[in-house]
């Protein structure tokens, strides 16, 4: 299978290439150039099997240039039982009737972007083996807070890999900045910049088309790559969980195979739910694709109107992993929706690039809203749904899953469309214990100190916190103090030495 640019149709590469490589150069994203088909025939024939298998199974679909041992070594040590406390890999808890919260996070930092960064590092390993073997792989990252994380997990330590974070110093949680500021591995670096997260990701972005710093990595024998969503090997690994839950419900008796469920996912740069989109292409039997935004409510509003415009205010919420105007995923998906015109993507990004805004037309907003739902979720009715999932069902939601459950149920609401959906279930509620045990605390005082509050939420709550965060407490801060966007160049030459 080949994979080409969505902004330049004529640049093919192989899957190695595409991982290896993250972006295309004149600024496209890599895409298949076709969806092999899954069927119903091989949906049955996953059933039973593990996460790891169905892994290889529809992995190797994608990954045509990995051999079967290469990609059977990647997935084996990605999806382990020490790093994931879920034997099944990703969860499923029933709420309610016909709903059923797919928990994307079992991996060591508790978010569902391990699902994918555990697998990541492998990916590119073997990718750059096959395509630049002598280089050294220099990762950079722009993290709204879960990404940075799970990207430092991933990558600590892997041979012939180095890595540089960037997060927004005030766009994250205590527990997040905490689980980035304590980082181990030698060959790993975090640093806060004073902007938002739209900001790292453009200085990222920019710094990979640098040609100064490009010339430095060439001397040093060098190469840049992207643990963003935006890499290929980002997205393959999450189309897995769809097809691996699908089965699973089909397994437990909850759905019968081929019936149609929705998926509702709350979404930020659009990655975890287009590889939901992608999975329904390849014939799993999705109706719906319900995508929930928090106040940020840009897409919710691309849905509704066909104009994107990112000149808005942006607003920090309860669910900073989707704070974001810029959902750099949306290019793959319009790419699809305007019959991969590599021309109308240039158009509509060079105008989102000069004008902040680009609008599609009439013909390609009814195919959008035929597969998607849009709807967004304010700052009060998040701790409202947190309370009232607690409530109604017992089910701790994060901030993030309960902008999918509240936007989920507004869709049901509006439309009648009562199908089962699997709805995305994408961090702990321990990342976030302020909010969430503010949500469900009934107006007590909190205690002082971000592990005094996770612990008198387990106490509440009944449940038990993720061990990896218990470890942080009193762990040392390695990395404090933060950069201007200015200064983002000079701390990558600084890493690069
Ligand atoms: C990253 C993240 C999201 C948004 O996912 P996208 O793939 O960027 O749309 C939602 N929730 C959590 C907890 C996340 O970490």
Redesign the pocket.
Known sequence: MMYSSTRDRSRRVTAAQAIARGISEEGGLFVPEEFPSFGLEKLRGLMGKSYREKAKAVLGEFLTDFTPEELSRCVDAAYTEEKFDSDSIAELSKVGEGAYLLEL?HGPTC???DMALQLLPHLLTVSAGKTEPDKEIVVLVAT????GKAALEGFRDVPGTRMLVFYPEDGVSPMQKLQMTTQEGENVSVCAIRGNFDDAQTGVKRIFTDPAILAELEQNGQKFSSAN?INWGRLAP?IVYYIAAYTALAEQGEIELGETVNVA??????????AAYYAKRMGLPIGKLICASNRNRVLADFIETGLYSRNREFYTTS?P??D?LI?S?LERLLYELCGRDDGKIREWFAGLNRDGEYRVPPELLEKLREEFAGGSCGEEETVETIRTAFREYGYLC?P??AVAVKVWKDYAAETGDCRKTII?S??SPY?FTADVLRAVSDGEELPAGDFAQVRRLAELTGTTPPASLLALEGKPVRFAGSVSREEMAEQVRKMLR
């Not at 709204?144 to 990404?147: F, I, V």
């Open positions: 996070w978010a569902f972007k709204s807070g879960d990404t969503s999450q996912v709350p979404t930020g740069n659009f990655g975890n739910i287009l669910s992993s989707m974001i959902s995923n994060d993030h899953t995305a994408t961090a990342k």
